[in-house]
C-alpha cells in the first residue's frame, strides 16, 4: 500500500476572531474521552503515534503524507498492511487499513463501536466544508476534509454527538499551511458532518 498525496484537513475561524488561536474547534466537547483499549494492536498503534508526535513519518517521495502516519503504525503494530481495494468507491485512494468497524456518514454517526488505535479513511466533498457548526468561541467553524488519513486517538460522546479525538499529519493550520509531522488532539464533532462526507474505521489485523 502506498499512500498518496493527500488533501488534508483545513480548519478555519469566523473573520476578525483572535487570531492567536491556532485553530477553531467545535463546540461542548465530551467531559470523558476513552483514550485506551485492551485490544493489542490498537494499543500498539497508539504508541507509535505518541512516540513519533512532532516528527515527520514515512518513507521515500510519501515521507510526512498522511496515510504515511497510518502505514507506518501498521507496520509497527506488526499488523497487516495490504488489503484489497473497497469495490464501493470509484477512488482508489480511499485506503483500507483493517478490518471495516463502521463506516460514518451524515445520516449514521454512531461511533459506539470505534476504540482508539483504530484507523480512518475520510472522503469529503471536493467543494465545500466537510464539517460545520458553532465553534467553542462563540462562533462556528467549517473544516474541508477531501481526503485524509488518520488514527483514533480518543472516542468520546457529548449529550448531542459522538466525537472522535484524532493523530494525524500532514494537516494545515489556520493560516493555511500545511504541517508535515505527527499531531495529536484534532477533534471531529461527527454530528457536524455535511453531506457527502464519508468517513471508514478500519481495525488492525494481525499478519
Known sequence: MLPAICLCLIVL????ADEDRPQFVPADPPEKWTRTTTLPLNTRVLKYCQDNLGKTVGTGPYRGECAALNEQALLYARARTAFPPRKDTPNSDDYVFGKLVCTLTPKDHDAGKVQPGDLLQAR??????????????????FSSLPHHSGVVQAVGKSADSWWLMTYDQNIANSSGKLERWVHQGQKMKLK?????VTIWVYRPIAK
Open 13 to 16: 475561524g469566523p473573520a476578525g
Open 192 to 196: 457536524d458532518m455535511q453531506t457527502g
Open 124 to 141: 469529503g466533498p471536493a467543494k465545500g466544508p466537510s464539517f460545520k457548526g458553532k465553534s467553542d468561541n462563540g462562533g462556528s467553524y
